[in-house]
Each structure stands twice: as structure tokens, then as C-alpha cells.
């Protein structure tokens, strides 16, 4: 059974803090991605990784940073989390081909 | 840039009524094109893909080069079939994006 495991399903943080979120994939797939899911806007690409070390900036960069030191976990770094930053985080991994991205659980990060 | 666009946020159709969302979308070069679902408390999920061109759960995908469009379809909708439904894309580079996606509600 394919796994992809977000360290938390639910958080919650105050402004200003650093904030990290884990996922790890045991399908040794090339591609991961992060993402932030709001209601009305769908899935908003955050950042995504093709490679260890590889990172891009998907259409939302701005307030987050990610890690990529082993092929399995991709990490997504809130900075200085910010009220804005509340939102429903979904980690995806995939081949190198995308043939089909599979999801986490996702986690709910609220900023207080 | 590429661009997916779902314009229903909302869809709602009675058991056993035809149902198609609609997915447009930009992209300069050979996009491929799927939907993903996402049931009540559960993950999301492939549902087709359109270089398999197959029907799963009865649902089917024609992607239109001309009108840059790949609508999902089924026939007669089931109660079960109730979920929200995301448009995404895979370009060149490796990356994927999604629509806004469409809650689509089917009445019994």
C-alpha cells in the first residue's frame, strides 16, 4: 500500500513562530510537491521538488521555504507564520513522469 | 504561465441525470490532463488521466487541443459520485496544478 505521511494532522501556531512540515513518501518517487488547500481556490501550488536538493517555486513561494536532503521527505519551512498562513496543507509525491500523484492526509495549520 | 480553470465551484444534479464538469485550461506546449477526486474525509485521489483514455467509476475525459478544454462526463450520475472534483495539469518542468475544483452534489 502506497504511503504518503504528513508528521502532523492538525497544528496549531502563533505569529511569528517558525513552523515546519514533514512529509515522507516510500514509493522512492522523484517528484514531491506542497500545496495549500482553500476553499473557492483549489490547490494552490506552494513549491515542488524533482530531485534531493532540487527545489521550484510553485505559484505561491512567498512566506515559505522547503528542504529536500533525502528523496523521501520534503519539507515545507513557515519562516514567521503569519494569520494568512492558516490553511490546509496537502504534501503529493509522484514519478518522474507524474504519472499519478499521490496525496497525505494533509494538516491543518492554524495560526493564532 | 499555465492555467486551470474550473468555472463551477458548485454543481448539482439529481441520481441518474447526465453530469459533466468543465476544466479549461493554458498551456503553450503538450499538457497532460487529469482529474483527481476527493471524497467525504478522504484523501485525494486519481480518478483519469487522458493519455489512458479509459472510463473508471463510468466517468470519461475527452481532451479538445482546439478548444484547450477536458470536461468530465457521466451519463447517469449516482448518489455516490457526490464529492469534490479538481482539474489538474502536468507540464514540462515537472510540476502539477490544479483548478479551483467543483463540488459536485448529486440529489437523490
Known amino acids: 500500500d502506497v504511503k504518503v505521511t504528513q508528521s502532523s494532522r492538525y497544528l496549531v501556531k502563533r505569529t511569528g513562530e517558525k513552523v515546519f512540515l514533514e512529509c515522507v513518501q516510500d514509493?522512492?518517487?522523484?517528484?514531491m510537491f506542497w500545496y495549500r488547500q482553500d476553499p473557492g481556490l483549489g490547490l494552490r501550488l506552494i513549491y515542488f521538488?524533482?530531485?534531493?536538493?532540487?527545489?521550484e517555486k510553485g505559484d505561491i513561494p512567498e512566506g515559505y521555504s522547503v528542504s529536500r536532503e533525502k528523496k523521501e521527505r520534503f519539507s515545507l519551512i513557515l519562516e514567521s507564520a503569519s494569520t494568512n498562513q492558516t490553511s490546509m496543507y496537502l504534501c503529493?509525491?509522484?514519478?518522474?513522469?507524474?504519472?499519478?500523484?499521490?496525496f497525505g492526509q494533509g494538516t491543518r495549520l492554524t495560526v493564532v | 504561465a499555465q492555467r486551470v480553470t474550473q468555472p463551477e465551484k458548485l454543481l448539482s444534479v439529481f441520481k441518474g441525470a447526465p453530469v459533466e464538469l468543465k476544466c479549461n485550461y493554458s498551456y503553450s506546449g503538450s499538457p497532460e490532463l487529469f482529474w483527481y477526486v476527493q471524497y467525504s474525509r478522504q484523501r485525494l485521489q486519481l480518478l483519469l488521466r487522458?493519455?489512458s483514455r479509459e472510463s473508471i467509476k463510468g466517468f470519461t475525459a475527452d481532451l479538445n487541443k482546439g478548444e484547450t478544454s477536458f470536461h468530465l462526463k457521466k451519463p447517469f450520475a449516482q448518489e455516490e459520485d457526490s464529492a469534490m472534483y479538481y482539474c489538474?495539469?502536468?507540464?514540462?518542468?515537472?510540476?502539477?496544478?490544479f483548478g479551483a475544483g467543483t463540488r459536485l452534489t448529486v440529489k437523490p
Open positions: 503529493a509525491s509522484a514519478d518522474r513522469r507524474n504519472t499519478e500523484a499521490f
Open positions: 514509493m522512492d518517487h522523484e517528484n
Open positions: 489538474a495539469l502536468s507540464g514540462n518542468n515537472n510540476d502539477m496544478r
Open positions: 487522458h493519455i
Open positions: 521538488s524533482y530531485d534531493v536538493k532540487m527545489k
